[in-house]
C-alpha cells in the first residue's frame, strides 16, 4: 500500500526582550516545543519564519543568529524567511512534515537492533534533558562571564572564520606551561569556543594553559574538512607554543560529544605525535549508525568507507599517547556503549559518571570525579 503524503504541522512561539537574538532564542525553542508531542525531529522541519522589527539585527547571516539556529534547530537549516512586523516581539512559525508512519514491508530493525524511531532517540543527547534552551543560555552566559574575566587570547590558526581558538593562562604560573586543549561538541554542527570557556576551570586551576578552538561548522564544511581543520589547529599549537608561553612536549587532547571523535581520532592521525594524551567525553567513535539518521549526509559522508575511516574505533592511536574515556550515567545506552566499546578496543581506563546526562557531564570538569579523571590522564601522558 502506498504511503500518502505527510500531512504539514505547524508550530509557533512569540518573545519579548531587549536583545532581539534572545528573544528569538525564546521563540524559536517555545515553537519546538510545540511540536514536540508530534515527536517532530530539525530533520523534519520544511520551513522557518522569523517576524521582527529588527530584521537587519536577526538576519541568518549573522554569527549570533547563525549560533542560535543551530543549537535550536539541531544543525539542520530548513529555507528561512524575515519579515517585518510593528510588534515589539519576536515572533517564529515553524513548519515541519509530519514523520511518516512505518511503511508495512519496512524493516523492524535498521541497525544494531533498533528500528529507525529507537535509533534516532539513542543518538539524541536532546532527547534526555527537559529543557535544552537553558541549557544552551547557561552555556552562554557563563561562558561570557568567564571569558571575560579570564581575558582569553583569541587566536587565528587557519584563514577562515571558523579556524580560531581562545587561549587561557592560568593566574601566577611562569611557562613554559603543559597544554590542555578542549575541543567542543555539537554533533559537529553547532555551538562555539565561547560556550565552553568555562569548562577549563579545572584545568587551568591545575596549572595547565587550556586552548578552547573552534572548527567550521557542517554542512558548511564536511567532516573531512573539520578534521583538516583540527590536525591544522594541532599543528598550530604545537609551533607557536613557546611564544604562547607553552611546553611543545606537553600538549593534551580533549572533547565533548563531536569533540570527543575528533579528539580521538587525532591520536590516530600524523598530527597525534605532537600529543601526549587524549581524553574523549561521551565520544561517537564508530559513526556506523549515523548512516540511518541523515547526519551523514549533512557531515558528507559518501559511504561505508568514509565512516569507518573517520571512526576511531577502528583504528588504532598512536603507542605514545595516553588514553581515557568518559560518558554519563543518565546517558543513552548507546552514548554510554559507545564509549565502553571504544575503551575496550583502545585498551583505555573508563568512566561512566553516575548521574550526569550528555550535557552536565562537563560540569565536573570543574570538579569532583570527571576533573580527577581528566588531571590523571593528563599527569600519566606527561
Given at each position: 500500500m502506498p504511503l500518502t503524503e505527510p500531512s504539514v504541522l505547524t508550530g509557533e512561539g512569540t518573545a519579548e526582550h531587549a536583545d532581539p537574538v534572545a528573544a528569538l532564542r525564546t521563540a524559536l525553542a517555545a515553537a519546538m516545543a510545540s511540536l514536540a508531542p508530534h515527536k517532530v525531529t530539525p530533520a523534519d522541519l520544511t520551513r522557518v519564519s522569523i517576524a521582527t522589527r529588527t530584521e537587519a539585527l536577526l538576519h541568518p547571516a549573522r554569527a549570533a543568529v547563525d549560533l542560535s539556529l543551530r543549537e535550536l534547530l539541531g544543525g539542520f537549516r530548513p529555507p528561512i524567511d524575515l519579515s517585518a512586523h510593528e510588534h515589539n516581539n519576536v515572533t517564529v512559525r515553524i513548519e515541519a512534515?509530519?514523520?511518516?508512519?512505518?511503511?508495512?514491508?519496512?524493516?523492524?530493525?535498521v541497525w544494531g537492533g533498533f528500528s529507525f524511531a529507537e535509533l534516532a532517540r539513542e543518538y539524541s543527547p536532546r532527547a534526555f534533558v527537559p529543557d535544552m534552551a537553558a541549557i544552551f543560555d547557561a552555556w552562554r552566559r557563563d561562558g561570557a562571564a568567564f571569558r571575560e574575566k579570564h581575558l582569553a587570547a583569541e587566536l587565528s590558526y587557519g584563514p577562515t572564520r571558523g579556524e580560531a581558538v581562545d587561549l587561557y593562562l592560568p593566574e601566577g604560573r611562569r611557562g613554559p606551561l603543559p597544554l590542555w586543549v578542549f575541543i567542543h561538541g555539537g554533533y559537529w554542527q553547532a555551538v562555539d569556543k565561547a560556550h565552553n570557556g568555562q569548562f577549563a576551570a579545572g584545568m587551568l586551576a591545575a596549572g595547565y594553559a587550556v586552548a578552547v578552538p573552534n572548527y567550521t561548522l557542517a554542512p558548511t564544511a564536511n567532516l573531512h574538512e573539520i578534521v583538516r581543520q583540527t590536525q591544522t589547529m594541532v599543528a598550530f599549537l604545537a609551533r607557536e607554543a613557546r611564544a604562547l608561553g607553552c611546553d611543545?612536549?606537553?600538549?593534551?587532547?580533549?572533547?565533548?560529544?563531536?569533540?570527543?571523535?575528533?579528539?580521538?581520532?587525532?591520536?590516530?592521525?600524523?598530527?597525534g605525535r605532537l600529543v601526549r594524551s587524549a581524553l574523549p567525553l561521551s565520544g561517537i567513535f564508530d559513526l556506523a549508525p549515523l548512516a540511518h539518521l541523515t547526519y551523514a549526509h549533512l557531515l558528507g559522508l559518501d559511504d561505508a568507507v568514509d565512516l569507518a575511516r573517520l571512526s576511531p574505533q577502528h583504528l588504532r592511536p598512536l603507542p605514545h599517547i595516553h588514553i581515557g574515556a568518559a560518558a554519563g550515567g543518565a546517558e543513552s545506552g548507546e552514548f554510554q556503549r559507545q564509549t565502553l566499546d571504544f575503551a575496550r578496543a583502545w585498551s583505555a581506563p573508563s568512566r561512566i559518571i553516575a548521574g550526569r546526562h550528555h550535557f552536565n557531564l562537563l560540569d565536573g570538569l570543574c570538579s569532583g570525579d570527571l576533573l580527577d579523571f581528566a588531571r590523571e590522564i593528563a599527569a600519566l601522558g606527561r
Open positions: 512534515n509530519a514523520p511518516r508512519p512505518m511503511a508495512p514491508d519496512a524493516p523492524p530493525h611543545p612536549s606537553e600538549i593534551h587532547l580533549a572533547g565533548h560529544s563531536a569533540g570527543g571523535h575528533l579528539a580521538a581520532l587525532l591520536a590516530t592521525l600524523p598530527e
